[in-house]
C-alpha cells in the first residue's frame, strides 16, 4: 500500500501541528502530596484576619506544569512558574511523567511551591 504525495503532506502537516503546539510548558493540576506540602508549610501563612486591606496575605501555592524535554528545559519551565509567582520564590518540589494528566508529546511534568513576596496584597 503506497501513500500519495498529498497524504505525505498531509500527515507532515498534522505532526508539524502538533509540535508546534506543545512548544510552550503548560499549567496542570499539582499532585495532592504538593498541594498539602505547601498548605502545611511553615512558611505559608494562609488566610489571616487583618485590620487592613492593605496588609498582604500570602498564599502559598503547588505549580505543575507539563511540558516536552524537546522544546522545554527545567529553565524554561522554571521561568514560568516565576512568572506566575509574581517576585514571590519558586522552589522546585518535584519531577515525574504524567502520560495522563498530560498532552501526549508533553508527559514531563514538574513541580513546584510558590512563597509570594510581601508585595502580593488582596482588595486592591
Known sequence: MSISLCGK??????LVTLTGCSARPYPVKPPQE?????VNSPRATGQRSRAYFWQP?????????????LY???????????DFCRGGTVEYY????????CALLQIHRLTFICFPGDEIYEGL
Open 9 to 14: 503532506a498531509f500527515m507532515v502537516l498534522v
Open 34 to 38: 504538593a498541594v498539602d506540602f505547601a
Open 57 to 69: 496575605v500570602q498564599r502559598v501555592q503547588a505549580l505543575s506544569y507539563c511540558y516536552s524535554s
Open 72 to 82: 522545554n528545559s527545567p529553565e524554561d519551565v522554571r521561568a514560568e512558574a516565576q
Open 94 to 101: 518535584s519531577a515525574d511523567t504524567e502520560p495522563l494528566g
